[in-house]
């Protein structure tokens, strides 16, 4: 019997459905059509995204979908901020950002210049609590961060610097967890259900669009942070992608995952070193 690449690649014993198999022809036509290439993603989270947008945005099939996505790159646009998964908060999982502070720091502060890349840095939170945790420890003025995502809009939301207050309590109580010796609202202003991050933090901040898969190295960083989008890719996606971020540091450079993320079990993972296990920080070794 023949196997399709499909069915090896997903270990399948069975036929994929009929909605699967759109599916991927619909991963395909947006590979080819506009170049998003989604085709190495873990199946189960793509499918419940897919299977969410089509309900959500009243397609009676998949294929539906592929028809208008082909002709309409806006379509396109919004169909990709529906397919990733964007949650992210103020120093997320405080404790990383406290292993920032007493294992990284005091390394950085040994550089004229720093260069931190934020990949899937979505709507821009994690890239202003690494710009609060840099001035708090004296070194945000020799600093530039990259923040970068695939998705446009979440970039458009992230450049603006503006959340929602129902986010305030849970960014405060983050920020004390992660080791920080001031108050959070000395880095925003609050007001109209909002709150503002103070302008000046944007100064040292780069958005800008980068796609993980298909697009090339950021060069000679001191720190690489892709925390919760590694999740999303298969085995082999990984690999190539811990390769790009490797070339992207600085020999002696930090890698920041996410608390879900491991390097066990990748093939290159010999090249970084463990520099706190629970808190997913590494550092390249050649
Ligand atoms: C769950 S969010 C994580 C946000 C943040 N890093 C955090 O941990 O709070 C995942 C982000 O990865 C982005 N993403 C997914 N695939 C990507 C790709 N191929 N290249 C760049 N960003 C990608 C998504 O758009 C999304 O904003």
């Not at 759109?22 to 419940?48: I, Q």
């Not at 986010?167 to 983050?174: G, S």
């Not at 811990?242 to 390097?263: A, N, P, Q, R």
């Amino acid at each position: 019997m023949v196997e399709t690449k499909l069915m090896q690649q997903d270990h399948f014993s069975h036929q994929l459905s009929e909605f699967e198999v759109e599916v991927e022809c619909l991963m395909e036509a947006l590979f080819l059509r506009w170049g998003y290439d989604f085709r190495e993603y873990t199946r189960a989270s793509l499918r419940r995204r897919v299977a969410r947008y089509i309900s959500d945005n009243s397609f009676e099939r998949v294929s539906d979908l592929q028809n208008e996505l082909i002709k309409d790159k806006k379509r396109c646009n919004h169909f990709v901020r529906g397919l990733t998964v964007n949650v992210t908060d103020m120093f997320r999982d405080p404790s990383f950002y406290r292993v920032i502070r007493e294992k990284v720091v005091p390394e950085l502060r040994s550089h004229p210049f720093i260069k931190i890349w934020h990949a899937g840095c979505s709507t821009g939170e994690e890239a202003y609590s690494m710009a609060i945790l840099l001035r708090e420890e004296g070194l945000g003025d020799r600093a530039v961060i990259y923040a970068t995502d695939i998705n446009s809009q979440v970039l458009d939301q992230a450049s603006k610097g503006v959340y929602h207050d129902r986010m305030l309590a849970t960014a405060q109580e983050n920020y004390q967890a992660s080791g920080a010796r001031g108050h959070f609202s000395d880095f925003v202003s609050v007001g109209y259900e909002r709150f503002l991050i103070d302008p000046e933090l944007k100064r040292n901040i780069v958005f800008t669009q980068h796609d993980l898969v298909t697009d090339q190295v950021f060069g000679e960083m001191q720190m690489v942070v892709c925390r919760n989008v590694l999740i999303y890719f298969r085995r082999e996606l990984q690999t190539k992608v811990l390769t790009l971020f490797h070339d992207s540091l600085d020999i002696g450079g930090f890698m920041g995952l996410g608390i879900k993320e491991s390097l066990r079990s990748l093939p290159n993972q010999n090249r970084f070193r463990e520099i706190d296990g629970p808190a997913r920080v590494f550092q390249r070794v050649d």
